[in-house]
Antibody, heavy 127, light 111 residues
């Protein structure tokens, strides 16, 4: 059973925005957090942020705050990542990846690692 | 530049043992955060290879092993095989950045 399925490739102009989707299996949606990570030729793998798909709470990497928005649609078990004001250096493959939520007497937390990744969505920013 | 430092490439003959280093700092590996390793084959998404420093997910051969000491970690591949040709990334958590951090990746070539 495929756990995370992402939307297809996108080509955008500088200044535009792009919204990438990541549809999760039911088990993934109920037990995991979802991270977004991008991969560029020059910067390698770069963590962008995390969303709790059940309540939509988010934490963004400082670099992307104000320009990235992560949202969730519980009716379709899908999370979204939107980047605004695209620049040429936003050209990358964008991945969603899941992170197990652990709950105990002290509360809930994530393991901060990724046991399964989506297939990736290439985004090209070109004029 | 990546927060964690890896060598760009390593190579070895079939059957040999190779190791990949991953160097961090006092805000990530040195702070006690776990290290993970991912394998990325060409054109595919990264795949979890080692988690919490030295644990293998189901299905990962025991030729792969991980270790951690101080501000560094290592991935060892014993009995190198042609199918091990890939890029390997280390990953941890950084308290200063409040998020995951990665190494730049190491390309393993089987001679």
């Amino acid at each position: 059973q495929v756990q995370l399925v992402q939307s297809g490739a996108e080509v955008k102009k500088p200044g535009a925005s792009v919204k990438v989707s990541c549809k999760a299996s039911a088990n993934t949606f109920t037990r995991y957090y979802i991270h977004w990570v991008r991969q560029t030729p020059g910067q390698g793998l770069e963590w962008m942020g995390i969303i709790n798909p059940r309540d939509g709470s988010t934490t963004y990497a400082q670099k992307f705050q104000g320009r990235v928005t992560m949202t969730t649609d519980t009716s379709t078990s899908t999370v979204y990542m939107e980047i605004g004001t695209l620049r040429f250096d936003d050209t990358a493959v964008y991945y969603c990846a899941r992170d197990l939520e652990i709950c105990g007497s002290d509360g809930c937390y994530t393991e901060n690692w990724f046991d399964f990744w989506g297939q990736g969505t290439p985004v090209t920013v070109s004029s | 530049q990546s927060v964690l430092t890896q060598p760009p490439s390593v190579s070895g003959a079939p059957g040999q043992r190779v190791t990949i280093s991953c160097t961090g700092s006092s805000s990530n590996i040195g702070a006690g955060y776990d290290v993970q390793w991912y394998q990325q084959l060409p054109g595919t998404a990264p795949k979890l290879l080692i988690y919490t420093n030295n644990n293998r997910p189901s299905g990962v051969p025991d030729r792969f092993s991980g270790s951690k000491s101080g501000t560094s970690a290592s991935l060892a591949i014993a009995g190198l095989q042609a199918e091990d040709e890939a890029v390997y990334f280390c990953q941890s958590f950084d308290s200063s950045l409040s998020g995951a951090v990665f190494g730049g990746g190491t390309r393993v070539t089987v001679l």
